[in-house]
């Protein structure tokens, strides 16, 4: 495939349907059902995705935890307020960071937080603009950072939120995400219980969401847009499960992108899940051949973006670009907060 272009994954979408707050039900949302061979669809309520899983098949669930990476420092020397978005660690309390105005953080800058609770250095300017900063603290990082640092909502959300567990998972275990992995925002322990009930594998898997994921892609030439890496973790437990399942002719179905863009990095060329961890750049669109997913569970997307991306090439950019036309006229809720698909 020579060119794709950006233009190709635009669709129509109003302000008024960018969801501001969660719902207070998280199995309440609505849910479109999209057919990805025949592109038919059919609207339903989320809890009743359980009416679409067979005994056998595997939903595989992305267990990462939100870090509230938002923070707020005064610059050492001016006084001047800058604000502090943690996207990845390195090692020795080193982070790679998103830092507004990054005119201010130079490097060599140092940076105040919460009256001195918390210190950094700005050390390095990296490509694309994003700052190494090396933190200085007494105490464990992640209480201070619990204290200090503010959930890092996605820039379209402009609503306070009340309830820093609404941008949670209820599955969440391990802690590293600086964006949740959405899809999985509808679930609740009942529904999941209604699911392990019926005979579904859940199968676990690990991707730190950074903020790659609300990146716009700049070049109209899509195959030109590069991904930002994200570490990524299969158990040994998970990799099994997953591929008994391929292995009983049953179907994995992937709730979000992240936990797709997992199993798909980890797999290799005979759909065979390997454990292990690592980093992954893989990016999906149409033209891909799927490893191991059959079905996925997500949200809707931002157009142009590189999830209406991966959705089309499970599902084909013209049915994909007709379910959202037509979540759009049924005033479906869109992006982080909003309604769901499934794609199968």
């Known amino acids: 495939m020579t060119e794709l272009k950006k233009s190709d994954f635009y669709f129509d979408l109003p302000p008024e349907l960018i969801a501001q ?7 309440s949302s609505r849910l479109l059902k999209l057919n990805k061979e025949t592109g038919e669809i059919e609207h339903h309520i989320f809890k009743e995705v359980v009416d679409y899983l067979e005994e056998g098949d595997c939903l595989v669930l992305n267990d990462t935890k939100v870090i509230p990476a938002r923070l707020f420092a005064t610059k050492e020397d001016t006084g001047a307020t800058i604000e502090v978005l943690l996207l990845k660690r390195h090692e020795n309390d080193m982070w790679e960071t998103l830092v507004k105005p990054g005119k201010k953080a130079k490097p060599g800058a140092r940076l105040v937080f919460g009256g001195g609770l918390l210190k950094a250095e700005v050390k390095e300017v990296l490509e694309e603009g994003n700052r190494l900063i090396q933190f200085e603290y007494d105490g464990i990082f992640e209480e201070i950072l619990d204290q200090l640092g ?3 909502l996605p820039p379209y959300i ?17 802690e590293g995400s600086a964006a949740a992995p959405t899809a999985g925002l509808h679930f609740t322990p009942d529904l999941l219980d209604v699911i392990a009930k019926k005979g579904v594998n859940i199968a676990y898997v690990t991707l730190h969401v950074g903020l790659g994921t609300f990146r716009p892609v700049k070049e109209e030439n899509v195959l030109d847009h590069h991904m930002h890496s994200e570490y990524y973790q299969v158990s040994k437990e998970a990799a099994d499960i997953i591929n008994a399942t391929k292995k009983a002719g049953k179907r994995v179905i992937c709730v979000g992108t992240t936990s797709c863009r997992t199993i798909e990095s980890a797999a290799d060329e005979e759909g065979f899940l390997h454990a292990g961890c690592d980093n992954t750049e893989i990016f999906i669109y149409p ?11 997500t949200n809707f997307h931002l157009p142009e973006s590189t999830l209406i991306m991966l959705v089309s090439a499970l599902a084909g950019r013209e049915n994909v670009l007709r379910a959202y036309k037509t979540a759009v006229h049924e005033q479906y809720r869109f992006f982080s907060f909003g309604d769901a698909m499934i794609l199968l």
């Open 21 to 27: 707050d969660p719902l207070s039900d998280r199995s």
């Open 150 to 152: 503010e959930m890092p």
């Open 158 to 174: 402009t609503h306070k939120l009340e309830d820093k567990t609404r941008y949670q998972t209820v599955y969440a275990k391990y």
């Open 287 to 297: 033209g891909y051949k799927f490893k191991i997913l059959d079905g996925l569970i």
